[in-house]
């Protein structure tokens, strides 16, 4: 079983069905990348695996424990998209950093 796993995930605005049954499973160490068009509901599909967005049905499935209803900080997922809060008068280990030391990860860790 991956890492990952969706399981007919849902996505529904209203009546208006976004993301339709979308199955998907990332094993560890692999690595997958979504390529499409402005609109075609990446950025909601990574937000509703990191919690950020409710799905409307299926599961979504984090090192075999079902996380539909898990808060974002509980699932260990994190996403950083491309233009959204970055300190551009910082490092990039310090826009890495910061959202560690909120939530109060030790020195090493961070």
């Given at each position: 079983?991956?890492?990952?796993?969706?399981?007919?995930?849902?996505?529904?605005?209203?009546?208006?069905?976004?993301?339709?049954?979308?199955?998907?499973?990332?094993?560890?160490?692999?690595?997958?990348?979504?390529?499409?068009?402005?609109?075609?509901?990446?950025?909601?599909?990574?937000?509703?695996?990191?919690?950020?967005?409710?799905?409307?049905?299926g599961?979504?499935?984090?090192?075999?424990?079902?996380?539909?209803?898990?808060?974002?900080?509980?699932?260990?997922?994190?996403?950083?998209?491309?233009?959204?809060a970055?300190?551009?008068?910082?490092?990039?280990?310090?826009?890495?950093a910061?959202?560690?030391?909120?939530?109060?990860l030790?020195?090493?860790?961070?």
């Open positions: 079983m991956g890492a990952l796993q969706l399981r007919d995930v849902r996505k529904s605005y209203g009546q208006m069905e976004v993301i339709k049954g979308v199955n998907l499973e990332v094993d560890h160490g692999e690595f997958i990348v979504f390529v499409g068009p402005s609109g075609y509901r990446k950025s909601t599909l990574l937000r509703m695996v990191a919690g950020l967005e409710e799905i409307t049905g599961d979504i499935t984090i090192e075999n424990k079902v996380v539909n209803d898990l808060l974002p900080v509980k699932r260990g997922v994190a996403v950083v998209f491309q233009f959204y970055l300190y551009s008068h910082r490092p990039v280990y310090e826009n890495i910061f959202p560690l030391r909120v939530e109060r030790s020195k090493g860790k961070v």
